[in-house]
C-alpha cells in the first residue's frame, strides 16, 4: 500500500515537472 503511494506521487511529480517545463517552454 505504502509503495503504491509512493509510485503514484513519484508520477505526480514527474507530470507537474513536466507541465512547468512546457509552461516555461510556451511562456518563451
Not at 18 to 26: K, W
Given at each position: ?15 507537474g ?12
Open positions: 500500500m505504502k509503495m503504491w503511494l509512493e509510485e503514484i506521487a513519484t508520477a505526480v511529480l514527474l507530470f515537472m513536466l507541465y512547468l517545463a512546457a509552461v516555461v517552454v510556451l511562456s518563451l
